[in-house]
């Protein structure tokens, strides 16, 4: 198949919205990352989405709407606070779980009885919804265990040949995925940390849960990989100051290893390695949040053999990040045993 790349004007708006009426699987930016986008209501639309991923389908998608008013179309119950949620939160990083009314496509859902609803806070994103007038269940762009795409061209490089086109908005900005929160119970539940914090839930909606510890993420034995936003090369977190990065860094180069190091602004500039990359201020976790999954793709492009990611405090969007590298990595080292 060829894959079309289109700037973002009214006309690519178009003839991609029409291929998605066609049944066609189309990438497409919003501020957290690149989608797949795909009629939600049609299974044969929605089947090419897993194909091109290579997605195992027992994880359910997203359904992309373009306003607030479209969410009761596919749900049988919006609570009060599930409500509360939607305007404080929607559009912006945030998907909210609600019972399904069975409107968009079985394999969407994975056979469940709920549907997670997002609104992308992206003009381009809600454009091409609105134009192609579908719920769009959309992934995130890339092959299946790679990082998410941040850039057009992290899209293309993951699944060129395998869908109709590519909507090429620029940089997304938050750079991680939305917050998905279970809204079908009495107290919110955070199933996975994004873009919208657990403390800017709790101030709207008084409680909130947050399921999945980062000990749960840690790889149990040597062996163990995960297939979670992996890039080529082996991932190792390392929790401690300077002294005892560095002493990895060294460690690893003893062993014969090209090393690179992923980290922030100021420790990338006191470490010594083959190569590093600088994710931001650490005094502002969301320009980390940013560069993430940029700055692992970027080592794609080298020949390091490891790379070496700093740890970051688990508050505000740390939650994200630091769920995103324990899933990503295959080991880690830790002085202050504090995760
Ligand atoms: O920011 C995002 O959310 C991006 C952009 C493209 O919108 N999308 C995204 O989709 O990250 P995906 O498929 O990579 O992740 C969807 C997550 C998965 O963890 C999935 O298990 C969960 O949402 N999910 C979807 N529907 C669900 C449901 N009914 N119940 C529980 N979890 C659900
Ligand atoms: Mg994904």
């Not at 940013?290 to 970027?298: D, F, S, T």
Request: glycine share 8%; proline share 6%.
């Amino acid at each position: 198949m060829k894959t079309e790349k289109w700037d973002a004007s009214k006309q690519s708006l178009i003839k991609a919205a029409q291929l998605l009426n066609e049944q066609e699987v189309v990438a497409f930016p919003t501020e957290t990352v690149y989608g797949l986008g795909a009629d939600a209501t049609s299974e044969v639309a929605v089947s090419k989405i897993f194909k091109a991923k290579g997605r195992p389908s027992d994880n359910p998608l997203i359904v992309h709407v373009h306003d607030p008013s479209q969410i009761q179309h596919y749900v049988t119950e919006i609570s009060t606070m599930a409500q509360q949620l939607i305007e404080h939160f929607m559009p912006g990083p945030f998907t909210i779980i609600l019972p399904s009314n069975g409107t968009v496509a079985d394999t969407v859902t994975a056979g469940l009885d709920t549907v997670g609803i997002r609104i992308p806070d992206h003009p381009i994103g809600r454009a091409l919804i609105q134009e192609a007038n579908l719920p769009l269940a959309a992934p995130s762009a890339n092959l299946s265990g790679k990082p998410s795409p941040t850039t057009a061209e992290h899209v293309y490089q993951d699944l060129y040949g395998r869908i109709a086109g590519i909507i090429d908005g620029g940089a997304t900005g938050v750079g991680l995925e939305s917050t998905v929160v279970d809204a079908t119970g009495d107290i919110p539940v955070i199933l996975r940390p994004g873009g919208v914090t657990k403390q800017q839930i709790e101030q709207v909606a008084g409680q909130v849960e947050l399921t999945g510890s980062l000990k749960e993420n840690q790889p149990k034995s040597p062996g163990m990989k995960y297939t979670h936003y992996e890039p080529d090369a082996p991932l190792v977190l390392i929790d401690g100051d300077q002294r005892f990065f560095q002493k990895h860094i060294n460690k690893f180069q003893q062993e014969g290893k090209k090393v690179g190091i992923i980290a922030s602004k100021p420790l990338v500039d006191q470490l010594q390695a083959a190569i590093r990359y600088n994710c931001g201020s650490r005094d502002d976790l969301s320009q980390v949040a940013a560069n993430l999954y940029y700055g692992l793709r970027y080592f794609n492009d080298t020949d390091v053999d490891i790379i070496l990611a700093e740890t970051y405090p688990q508050e505000g969007i740390g939650d994200a990040i630091m769920n995103r590298l324990t899933k990503a990595a295959t080991h880690w080292y830790t002085q202050n045993k504090n995760i």
